[in-house]
């Protein structure tokens, strides 16, 4: 693996979205490889950032809930097709079907997202937002309430992101271990495998000289220090670092095992990492969902099981091929470049493939060439290419007259690429002809060179 040159690409990517801060972790066969902190976990004080930084692991969590249920399912504590009224003073029959809790770990449920842990998050932060006291079972009964309507499917027959089905979850493992949702995750997964700085509870980063300040960027790019949303729990609540989350990933390379304790059986882990419904968006070919786990089929020739999180000041991905024993873990202080690509490219290289083999960085590459100045025949008219995320803008800069038109792509190779939009009712395409540094648009009714970058 060509460490540097990967971090000459982490550190691009960092400085074109501005991430104040980074780490991460790969672990190979029972041995973490590589591991590495980038920029600052506080800006004010220039206090580096480290793979013992403590960030928010966000959504990542969701597979640690997910965990906990296959526990109690081996224990004979729940089934995974039992209805969660049997466990809940709660009503919830979309269509007249009871959600089970198998329905509620796929994101199955047939309720879309409403959007409660957003409206959660950018109140914390700063935000307009509408308020949500989230605090205890009570509250999100009465949040709830009248959700049945809102469903589209039935359960079982479309994928829905649901952060409120995972604290439906986290309810379900208090309701049958008699625990608290964070004394059940400390006892039966954090103290067995050793995570000593991985916790749900304030408190326990509050003195803590290592936690990552989050950060939000403004309009202009400026980095403001915001607050940590302690009120979401078994959705995304978990705090850890780089070096925990690869203790946590050898349990599962390792196939349920941790110095010699069975902590959950092969046959659970294996349920988790099945492909059980598809996504309707997926950054590869092909995505599904397990349980807590985003399943990708063919990733290089090998099935990756990965999970992304954010909880917008603080970021994540961690994700691991379990037939090769390999594994990565991703933290940041803020949003910016997804560390989901991140990792990604990290985990190809340690499979001696070239990251461009990968879509997104094929894409990139693109991109990169296509963006710049574009003149008409002697300079009558100029437009510039530019994008954000996989959206092309073509943009006029007059001093007096200024434009810019979305497209989204159609087609993309090597030599060529072609977006669409509509304007006034008709759809419009850009083509671009790329033959070595020339590139030439066809945006009709004109032609275009690029000059410049």
Partial sequence: ???????????????????????IAVVREGEVIYTRGFGFRNLESAAPM??????????????FTALAVMMLSEEGKLRLQ?????????????????????HLLTHSSGIPATAY??????????????????????????????????AVAGPGQRFFYLNEGYRLLGHIIEAVSGKTYEEFIEERILKPLGMKRTTLRQRDVASDPDWATPYLLDGNGKHLPSRFPFGVSADGGLISTTLDL?????????????????????QSLEQMETYHISRPSSLLADEGYGFGWSIHPDFLGHKLVSHEGSVLVHTAFLSYIPDLEVGVAVLANASGH????IGMVALAGVLGKNPEALPF????????????????????????????????????????????????????????????T?????????????EGEDVTLIYEPYKLVRTGA
């Fill in 361 to 420: 960085v094929q894409n990139q590459k693109l991109f990169n060439q296509i963006a710049g100045r574009y003149e008409t025949f002697k300079g009558t008219m100029q437009l510039r290419a530019s994008f954000q995320g996989d959206v092309l803008f073509l943009e006029s800069h007059g001093r007096l007259l200024k434009g810019s038109v979305p497209f989204l792509p159609e087609e993309l190779t090597d030599r060529y690429a072609r977006f669409s």
């Fill in 50 to 63: 480290t793979p013992h930084t403590r960030v928010g692991i966000g959504s990542v969590t969701k597979s």
């Fill in 422 to 434: 509509a304007q006034r009712g008709r759809k419009v395409r850009a083509e671009f002809f790329i």
């Fill in 338 to 341: 997804p560390l989901v690509q």
């Fill in 82 to 102: 039992d209805p969660i009224e049997a466990f809940l003073p709660l009503r919830l029959r979309p269509f007249g079907q009871p959600v089970q809790i198998w």
């Fill in 117 to 150: 842990a957003e409206a959660l998050i950018y109140h914390t932060v700063g935000e307009e937002a509408t308020w949500v006291p989230m605090g205890s079972f009570g509250d999100l009964k009465a949040f709830l309430e009248g959700a049945e309507p809102w």
């Fill in 1 to 23: 693996m060509d460490w540097k040159s990967f971090e000459a690409y982490v550190f691009d990517k960092m400085s074109k979205t501005k991430l104040p801060g980074l780490s």
């Fill in 246 to 266: 690869c203790r946590y990933l050898q349990l599962y390379l390792h196939r349920g095992e941790s110095n010699g304790e069975r902590l959950v059986s092969s």
